[in-house]
């Protein structure tokens, strides 16, 4: 049983965040966990996305699906970066085929109230006895959950999801001062949210900017890098790995990774080979392949996956993963071939 | 009267896209006709896109709106990718709130025998005569309007606008013969359409390839590049500038111009400078204001118009423009006090 949230430094996963050598390529997928897999849907039914987090048997189960399945080479939280919104009370619910919906949007300095400090321990019980359990069963490194402030303040300024972040870009340059007090509290939140999981036992961290690739770099390191920085370095005496992931950001990786990643992720548009050189040294690497392409005939999936590998070329510091979220529609079984590729061709470096 | 397709050659935008000195920067918006404007909410009623588009009077007339209302340096035919193929008769329309929508998708090498050539005269002569009309009442040069084969392709299978393009990416790695065969027909239907805009007096074009930053770079070069470059070196002797733009496209900017391009069009993700970069020399620039900021309080869009000035530095080649169309929200008067401050402020090179 791991009890520390430095867990599991000899895994391949861990090693590879920290840039040393390993036996195997390690590999897993985002959203590996949930609606692709069957044995999700049989054990989700039909209730709101939201008890189903607040339920930590269930939660634990769900993540623990694809690590079983896959062989993967961690497990990640299932959760969704709203959880600690709706836990204190912002008014958020995730609505099906839709995503996350907010009630009563962030218009003006009064919301801010309505962004109190999270107590974990208090606002989130069932999210640490989730990894308490996660921990006590998994044989493989637990990667724990939080949305990035800025992707957190799009959600709450949009109301929902959006194509063109108008409202969000419009707040941050027409009222700075709001903007950075806004992503001040998101940053806590986050933080606060992410320790709680490193406390119960995660060995690593995911921050997720999923739409920080929206954002002009100049934008980025204005408004944003500076709460995404507060989250990471406010983990940096943790002694896990943080994993700092956005998509559509190749102009934002070397940004992303000063602000205080130990691993960047890195989508399809960008090899990795180019990611390595705008991240720099001492950062590792995660990514690439196109979760678009998993959808295709497993020839196809196959090569795509060889040239990720290629294109990874046998240096230290690289975890195999798609470029964004498995699809909804791809069939587990092409997954858990490409799991076993990665394992059986990868050259470990 | 404008009869050549290769007029207005003294014009600030046509010297712009030729990289050569002008008296002042030009600049013209991307969507400048349509949504935003009252007085194309006026004339355009109710009725079908596509009966707007075959309405010669009313099309031209929605062209020149923008050009009165803002002083742009260049009107742009007011039209929609789909416009092609809906009349060779695919089986296409434009869903409000929607966009294209293509009745029975693309889906087997039997498709392609309902991609018929387009026979300019016969198949689109409306919109011949608009852009007749056009050039008869312009005094500013007229852009001509297609899309380019891989976003064509991505709506016929996809059916509609796509989050992954998970089918379309499918297609051109599960079976490339049908995809090239596919792109080829659809180079031979956007030159075709470009070449009789061309014919009937359009003194520049713009190929829009709006979803290829979808794509990974090697995608791009090996599937999507050939058929952009036979519809731009198909113009190569009209003597009118050849655009090409696309978005969320900044690792594609260098293949995007050697697919034949004099002007590349930059979003504001990657900076004039840098996308000069990687376009090298010989090509011009056309950007790259971010559109969501132009629902922004005006001291915000006008700051953000002079940074893009300023990375343009007093460099021959630019043409100013937003990185992506102009949204549906957006206040009028705003675009006239951008581009009067482009013409002002501006430093022509």
């Known amino acids: 049983m791991t009890t520390a949230g430095a867990g599991h430094a000899e895994s391949p996963?861990?090693?590879a965040c920290r840039g040393q050598a390993v036996d195997r390529v390690p590999v897993w997928f985002m959203r590996q966990a949930g609606r692709a897999l069957p044995e999700y849907r049989k054990v989700r039914g039909e209730g709101r996305f939201l008890d189903a987090i607040a339920d930590p048997a269930l939660c634990a189960e769900i993540t623990l699906q694809p690590v079983r399945r896959y062989g993967v080479d961690a497990a990640i939280l299932f959760s969704d970066i709203v959880v600690p919104l709706a836990a204190i009370g912002f008014g958020v619910d995730i609505v099906p085929g839709t995503g996350p919906v907010v009630e009563s949007p962030f218009r003006r300095a009064a919301d801010l109230a309505r962004l109190r400090p999270l107590e974990a321990e208090v606002?989130?019980?069932y999210v640490i006895e989730t990894v308490r359990l996660l921990v006590q069963e998994l044989e493989v490194p637990l990667i724990g959950f939080a949305g990035a402030p800025y992707t957190l303040a799009s959600y709450l300024i949009e109301g929902g999801p959006s194509r063109d972040y108008a409202r969000t870009k419009s707040l941050?340059?027409?009222?700075?001062d709001l903007w950075m007090a806004l992503m001040d509290r998101l940053a806590d939140l986050s933080l606060a949210f992410l320790a709680a999981q490193v406390g119960a036992g995660a060995s690593a961290v995911q921050l997720f900017d999923s739409?920080?690739?929206g954002l002009s770099a100049a934008d980025y390191e204005r408004f944003v890098m500076p709460a995404s920085r507060k989250v990471l370095d406010g983990l940096a005496g943790a002694g896990v790995p943080r994993i700092h992931f956005g998509v559509g950001?190749?102009?934002l990786l070397g940004l992303m990774g000063e602000a205080g990643a130990d691993v960047v992720g890195v989508d399809w548009r960008v090899t990795l080979t180019e990611a390595r050189r705008r991240v720099g040294p001492g950062r590792a690497v995660q990514g690439n392949l196109d979760p678009a392409l998993c959808?295709?005939?497993?020839?196809?999936v196959a090569e795509a996956a060889r040239a990720v590998l290629a294109d990874a070329g046998g240096r230290p510091g690289h975890v195999f993963n798609l470029g964004h979220g498995v699809l909804p529609g791809t069939d587990p079984d092409i997954l858990t071939r490409v799991a076993d590729l990665v394992h059986s061709e990868g050259v470990p470096a």
């Open 249 to 251: 950001n190749g102009e």
């Open 211 to 213: 739409w920080a690739g």
């Open 295 to 300: 959808l295709a005939p497993w020839d196809v």
């Open 172 to 176: 941050m340059h027409a009222d700075p």
């Open 123 to 125: 606002d989130v019980p």
């Open 13 to 15: 996963f861990i090693r």
